[in-house]
Nanobody
């Protein structure tokens, strides 16, 4: 059974940092594209960052570029999102996602999703 489990969310003051982790189990995801999405209350789910299977291609949304860093550990089957200089507008539920297909970049459709972790940034 494939499972993605996010962790590392929480409450932080503006300007602070958090590191999200997403551990995958049930199969090997070393060649999969890994991504982070977020969804704020009343808004659509938006893509935040994507990293290719080999880690060569990386995408960031304009809203997080320069502040967030996506990385992966294929041995641990884990993807990370380091979030620095957090702003109140970063408040959302953050989801990780994985997919084997990277023919379109960045991919928007993903086969596997985590359950989400809440990130709240206070002003």
């Amino acid at each position: 059974q494939v499972q993605l489990v996010e962790s590392g969310g929480g409450l932080v003051q503006a300007g602070g940092s958090l590191r999200l982790s997403c551990a995958a189990s049930g199969r090997t995801f070393s060649t999969y594209v890994k991504a982070w999405f977020r969804q704020a209350p009343g808004k659509e789910r938006d893509i935040v960052a994507v990293i290719s299977g080999g880690g060569v291609r990386i995408y960031y949304s304009d809203s997080v570029k320069g502040r967030f860093t996506i990385s992966r550990d294929n041995v641990k089957n884990t993807v990370y999102l380091q979030m620095n200089s957090l702003k109140p507008e970063d408040t959302a539920v953050y989801y990780c996602a994985m997919d084997p297909n990277d023919s379109r970049w960045p991919p928007r459709d993903y086969d596997y999703w985590g359950q989400g972790t809440q990130v709240t940034v206070s002003s």
